[in-house]
């Protein structure tokens, strides 16, 4: 990995712990403190920037990572060398697939990530000591299940305003996923390149830059430039990409 690394163990590791998004609401937070010290004494951080490689394609498994900020998308490649976008994930989510030798799945930072790294064994390891982590897991994968067949109605039924709409919506509820819904308007970067926008949802560039032009004449969102997006009301995106479809 090129990426940069930061120093985390000038302090005692609970400390650091404590202010990490992780150790509250991702995977470590199932741990106890002789776990999280465990943990830590094989951690590192590090730093990509933006379109740098973190997990390739078929290589072989040894770390895992919590994302602790910026986004990361997944993709899978073709036998002829065409690759499709297949999911995004924020901090603070678990980066890599337990208990698998290798993925077909490569990982990007489509924004600069930061992540804390650790051993597969030693997570593995902690698995085999706590039910309560390898219950979280758990739920992140069907989290994760659960995503992929709601982009599959995205994907399969929604129209192309609905599709732009979606991707939005589902980009401004991880900017802050404890905040009410309507607090206000929220203000974010958007994290893929059109041509990448394009890929993930199955459109032309042009279309996704139709429908976000749509989407701001009518007020729904609005746009500085061509990557900083405000959305004024969340409610009123939601309805916008037929999110309540029950």
């Known amino acids: 990995m090129s990426s940069k690394r930061l120093d985390v163990h000038n302090s005692t590791i609970p400390q650091v712990c404590v202010a990490c998004e992780a150790r509250h609401r991702g995977v ?3 741990l106890n403190p002789s776990q999280l010290v465990k943990l830590s004494k094989t ?3 590090h730093i990509f920037a933006a379109d740098e490689e973190l997990i390739p394609a078929g290589g072989e498994i040894r770390h895992y990572s919590n994302i602790l900020s910026g986004v990361v998308k997944l993709t899978r490649l073709m036998a002829d060398g065409r690759q499709q976008i297949v999911g995004l994930q924020f901090a603070p989510d678990f980066l890599g697939r ?5 993925s077909d799945i490569s990982a990007e930072a489509a924004t600069e990530v930061q992540v804390c ?7 593995e390891e902690l698995v085999r000591e706590s039910p309560e982590l390898e219950h979280m897991l758990h739920q992140q994968a069907l989290k994760e299940l659960d995503e992929a067949r709601e982009w599959i109605l995205t994907l399969g039924r929604k129209t192309a305003a ?7 919506y589902l980009i401004a509820s991880h ?5 009410s819904i309507d607090v206000g308007p929220i203000q974010f ?5 059109r041509a990448d926008i394009a890929d993930f949802l199955g459109l032309t560039i042009e279309t996704v830059s139709r429908q976000i032009t749509k989407l701001r004449k009518s007020g729904i969102i609005e746009l500085e430039g061509t990557r900083i997006v405000t959305v004024p009301s969340m409610t009123v995106l939601q309805r916008a990409s037929a999110a309540d479809i029950i």
């Open 162 to 168: 609905e599709k732009v709409a979606s991707f939005l």
């Open 43 to 45: 951690t590192s951080k």
């Open 117 to 123: 790294s650790f051993p597969r064994a030693t997570l």
């Open 189 to 193: 970067e958007l994290p893929l390149k």
């Open 175 to 179: 900017i802050d996923p404890e905040r």
């Open 98 to 102: 337990p208990f698998r030798s290798s």
């Open 28 to 30: 470590c937070g199932t």
